[in-house]
Structure formats: C-alpha cells, structure tokens
C-alpha cells in the first residue's frame, strides 16, 4: 500500500509509513464484487501512488537556486550619482548599488582607518570607493 502523504510504496501490513513515519490506514475488506471507486486496483496489487502537488512557481522557495559562479551586477543605477555619493562619504556610493556589504566594510575601515591615521587612510578610501561605486554602477565591475 502507499503512504497517502509522501507516496512511498508499504508493506501491506504496515502501520506507519517507513519514509515519513505517518500512519498508514488498513486496508478495507469488502465484499466480492463491490465497487471501491476510481482508486480501486485489480486484486493483489496496490493502488497508483498519490499525486503529489507541485510547487508553486509564485513561491520564492519554486524558484531555481542562483549558481554559485553567476555574478550579479547592479541594474538601473547612475555611476554619476553613485561617484558622487561615494566622494561625499565613503561606502555610500555602494549602499545606492545595493552593495551593502562592501558599502559597509568601506565606512568603517574610512572610520577606524582615518582616526588612525589622521585622515590619510580616509583619502585612500574615499578614492578607491568612488572608483568602485562609479564601475559597479555602470555595469564594469559586479556586486560583492
């Protein structure tokens, strides 16, 4: 007999689905020449396995997994608004390419590093972030 939750195939006289644990129901004895419906097997076999649903493609968990070599590059985004917002603040640029984690690390090395050095380290930054927004936006460089 099949499980009617997974579909896997029983001994007919289990009692628990040996998959997925769920309780297994008897089978009925009926009569001779009664009818038990669409779902009913020829004697001495089990009935077609369930149909299982399939998933829905609306689901966020339907869609296929991204590949881990693909990469992915910032769409719809000026490289003029983003080498300005990096010249302006560090790490800035790459919040508006939705870049966050390199918009991040790129504050607050500025943050640390400029303290630390007097403000040589934040120069460095401030160039090497607004280089980066401005080839991440125009499509050159992809997202972290």
């Given at each position: ?5 997974c579909g896997t ?19 009925v004895?009926q ?6 419906g669409?779902?009913?097997?020829p ?8 149909v299982?649903?399939?998933a829905d493609?609306?689901m ?9 070599g693909?990469?992915?590059y910032?769409?719809?985004?000026s ?18 390419n939705?870049?966050?984690?390199k918009?991040?690390?790129m ?5 640390v ?10 120069l460095?930054?401030l160039?090497?972030?607004a280089i ?8 050159k460089?992809p997202?972290?």
């Amino acid at each position: 007999m099949f499980c009617s939750r997974c579909g896997t195939s029983n001994d007919d006289t289990a009692r628990f689905c040996q998959k997925c644990g769920a309780p297994v129901a008897a089978p009925v004895n009926q009569p001779a020449g009664a009818a038990s419906g669409p779902t009913s097997a020829p004697a001495g076999q089990s009935p077609p396995p369930p149909v299982l649903p399939q998933a829905d493609p609306r689901m966020r968990t339907a869609l296929p997994p991204v590949a881990p070599g693909q990469k992915q590059y910032a769409v719809g985004k000026s490289p003029a608004v983003a080498l300005i917002l990096s010249i302006l603040i560090p790490g800035v640029g790459q919040f508006y390419n939705n870049d966050v984690k390199k918009g991040a690390i790129m504050l607050g090395a500025a943050i640390v590093g400029g303290a630390i050095t007097l403000g040589v380290a934040w120069l460095g930054i401030l160039i090497w972030s607004a280089i980066d927004a401005y080839q991440v936006a125009s499509g050159k460089s992809p997202l972290w």
